[in-house]
């Protein structure tokens, strides 16, 4: 008993550790709310044994002899090893629960023989009459809640309920051994009932409210990524729409060049000018294409971003300053506006989200802020970097952090020289 209660201890102090290292802001809605869910499970358990187990026992429920006194420690202790091995292997239920992993064998060995000792050892109080009767059927209530709510996430609702009457059944009829009152018998099985159905509702529906929010992350970030890939294809049919003409004219050129010059006929060279010609034509067109995909339209970077934060169902600002900026600055301001709307969509937890472009004392300033505290940067990595080389090179600057306890905002400088005009919201 001391091994397990040490590797207990190490259990969760490491996950305290993991607590720790990982901020409350910096968490998703999904797994906020699975956080909640699992802190609400495993202090239910632990306030129900509490209420229904302990208190009925020490409060007076025990008769005052030593085999009552002995017999009524071990229910507790059992009740107390039910709790700790319950909260060890709820998130093992959940997680089958969600798909994320099978259940291994012989999970519920240990608990059902940890139930069935303690069932044993009431029976045994009411057997010898050590116990109140009130006291002996709110401690089965108790005792039956780690290993219902448990039980309850990883098998069907037919089944369980099926397996629960008969469980009643039986039981009902052992206590009627030991307390031959009717009235006593139809308390217990309605305990017994009440306790089943309690723990299948509490564990169901909070596992089934976290397998619709952790679908809806799911399809956000399916959208995000289907956002990236539209914008690839849109960037391969603009190549292929400059590259197919001219390669097809380079082709044929190319091979009427070499039947000419097989034949001896002058006209060869002037085909392959035209080739040469082309080429060059096909490569500035390229060059072209790219700039116009790296250099981002400011304009239609924010209207762009507008329109995908709303659809996914975040409250959207922008107010922008729009006329007489460089291109080199859109295009910079673009890329920042482009990032922070993706990754806000990717890793955020936002309701809200502002974008405002302003000219302050000669420079141009961008703010970009949502709530939810999500990093529209990509958790300051890459991302974070990478738009700083894109200001960096018009000599801009880029500030991102917390704003308060759930706030996060960007800003984005870049100094300019021509006069800004005209408004957009």
């Not at 469980?167 to 009932?193: K, N, Q, W």
């Not at 700039?291 to 922008?320: H, K, M, P, S």
């Not at 952090?401 to 800004?420: H, I, M, N, S």
């Amino acid at each position: 008993m001391g091994a397990a209660a040490l590797s207990t201890g190490a259990h969760m102090v490491g996950r305290i550790r993991r607590w720790q290292q990982r901020h409350w802001g910096e968490r998703s809605k999904a797994e906020r709310v699975e956080l909640y869910s699992l802190f609400t499970w495993y202090s239910t358990v632990w306030f129900i044994m509490g209420c229904w187990l302990l208190l009925p026992l020490v409060g007076g429920g025990l008769a005052h002899r030593p085999v009552a006194v002995v017999l009524g420690a071990l229910v507790a202790l059992a009740g107390i090893l039910q709790c700790v091995l319950s909260n060890k292997l709820t998130r093992t239920a959940l997680d089958h629960y969600l798909g994320r992993a099978d259940l291994p064998a012989g999970t519920y060995r240990t608990p059902a023989v940890l139930l069935g000792l303690a069932l044993a050892l009431l029976v045994a109080l009411a057997g010898l009459d050590a116990a109140t009767p009130m006291a002996i059927r709110f401690s089965i209530g108790g005792l039956l809640l780690p290993f219902a709510l448990l039980y309850g996430l990883t098998v069907p609702v037919g089944v369980f309920l099926r397996r629960s009457a008969v469980f009643t059944v039986l039981l009902t009829a052992v206590i009627g051994l030991a307390d031959r009152d009717a009235p006593g018998l139809v308390a217990t099985a309605l305990i017994i009932a009440f306790q089943v159905v309690f723990a299948l509702l509490a564990g169901r529906c909070g596992a089934w409210t976290l397998a619709v929010l952790w679908e809806a992350e799911r399809a956000r970030e399916i959208e995000a990524r289907l956002a990236v890939a539209e914008e690839r294809l849109r960037f391969g049919r603009d190549l292929h729409d400059v590259l197919g003409r001219n390669l097809s004219v380079i082709s044929l050129k190319s091979e009427l060049a070499v039947q000419l010059a097989r034949r001896g006929r002058p006209e060869a060279v002037d085909q392959m000018i035209e080739v040469q010609r082309i080429a060059q034509e096909s490569q500035r067109e390229v060059r072209d294409v790219v700039r116009g995909y790296r250099e981002a339209d400011l304009l239609v970077e924010l209207a762009g971003a507008q329109g995908v934060l709303t659809a996914a169902g975040i409250v959207c600002e922008v107010r922008a300053e729009a006329g007489g900026l460089p291109a080199e600055v859109q295009s910079a301001l673009g890329w920042v506006v482009r990032e922070a709307a993706t990754n806000v969509l990717r890793h955020g937890d936002a309701g809200r989200c502002a974008l405002r472009l302003r000219v302050r004392e000669g420079r141009v300033v961008l703010t970009v802020e949502n709530d939810g505290a999500a990093d529209p940067t990509g958790g300051g990595g890459s991302g974070l970097a990478g738009l700083r080389e894109r200001l960096a090179a018009v000599d801009g600057t880029l500030e991102a952090g917390l704003v308060g306890r759930d706030r996060f905002r960007l800003v984005a400088e870049v100094p300019v020289k021509q006069e800004v005009s005209g408004v957009t919201s």
